[in-house]
């Protein structure tokens, strides 16, 4: 088993519970960590089988932005289950930073981190 990393991939989505934040939007950053058997990729060196990393930016990207919702963790849900569903994956750990809170703190951002497998799909 291998764990492919596409890491702080940088969006401009529209969540939060706030009405300034579905209007304003601001900026969200996904890791998105995959496991997956490299085997069946790397015996070959076979393109074919193994995990097109375009295609899951593309796919993350499109949950970010064409999306709202007011809870971050309901987005990276959405970014989990749609990974394994449309991936041949056998785990997704997806970690989502919403770099603009608006609470009273000084803080650099909020994070949520979620691990879905086959197992509990």
Not at 1 to 12: D, E, I, P, Q, W
Not at 60 to 73: A, Y
């Amino acid at each position: 088993m291998g764990k492919l990393t596409l890491k702080n991939c940088v969006f401009y989505g529209y969540h939060g519970v706030q009405d300034f934040e579905k209007e304003l939007g601001g900026r969200f950053e996904v890791d998105v960590r995959i496991s997956y058997p490299f085997s069946r990729c790397t015996e070959n060196d076979d393109l074919n089988h193994a995990i097109d990393y375009q295609s899951v930016y593309e796919f993350v990207k499109q949950c970010v932005t064409q999306h709202k919702f007011h809870l971050v963790e309901t987005l990276s849900e959405l970014i989990a289950n749609g990974i394994l569903q449309n991936f041949d994956v056998e785990e997704v750990t997806i970690t989502l930073r919403k770099t603009k809170v608006p609470i009273n703190a000084i803080m650099d951002y909020v994070e949520v981190e979620i691990t879905r497998n086959k197992v509990q799909n």
